[in-house]
């Protein structure tokens, strides 16, 4: 997964980033809603800067890597401790990965964003200073699309198919089998 990040990195176009994409989605244990870095925000504005970072840095695999705004937060971390070097490097790698995204589509109803988490949404709006207003799940064709409507009357589509897929097909393997009733002889 880092190679591909790094080969994404080194060339970022389309073609790198859906690859590395791909190989995210297709890991094993993936939670494309996974909550385990909703105490990062409360760290960081409590100075818990080392604290953050760790916590950050131990789940960035599976789930946030292609986060950006992770890979933002993980900047202040290290800003704040010093490690300017490593904050410069997070601050790219969440401006490349933002790019990444806005490389996948144009964001209309057609040709929708790709997405591996929907943070990535808020994250994208957030750099192109859009201030989200209604957000709507739109079943298309056999597809999940978010639509949000922005404040400045934008609108902007996101295609969250394939982590809605993620999510039954982990649903299903944690479900327990059907009880088939017999009878006793």
Request: charged residues 25%; proline residues 5%; without cysteine.
């Amino acid at each position: 997964m880092q190679q591909l990040l790094l080969t994404y990195l080194k060339d970022p176009n389309p073609g790198t980033f859906l690859v590395l994409r791909s190989a995210h989605l297709a890991q094993v244990g993936l939670n494309p809603y996974s909550g385990s870095l909703d105490p990062v925000s409360k760290l960081l504005a409590g100075g818990a800067f080392e604290e953050a970072s760790r916590l950050i840095s131990r789940h960035l695999i599976p789930n946030y890597l292609l986060s950006a705004g992770t890979h933002l937060e993980l900047a202040y971390a290290y800003a704040e401790m010093g490690q300017r070097d490593k904050a410069n490097f997070e601050r790219y790698l969440a401006t490349q990965l933002v790019l990444g995204i806005e490389m996948t589509g144009k964001g209309t109803e057609r040709m929708p964003f790709l997405v591996t988490r929907t943070s990535d949404e808020y994250d994208y709006l957030i750099f192109r200073k859009q201030t989200p207003l209604a957000q709507t799940i739109v079943e298309k064709r056999g597809r999940k699309l978010d639509r949000i409507e922005t404040r400045g009357g934008g609108v902007f589509w996101f295609d969250i198919t394939e982590i809605h897929q993620i999510l039954e097909s982990a649903s299903r393997r944690r479900s327990p089998a059907p009880v088939q009733q017999g009878r006793v002889a």
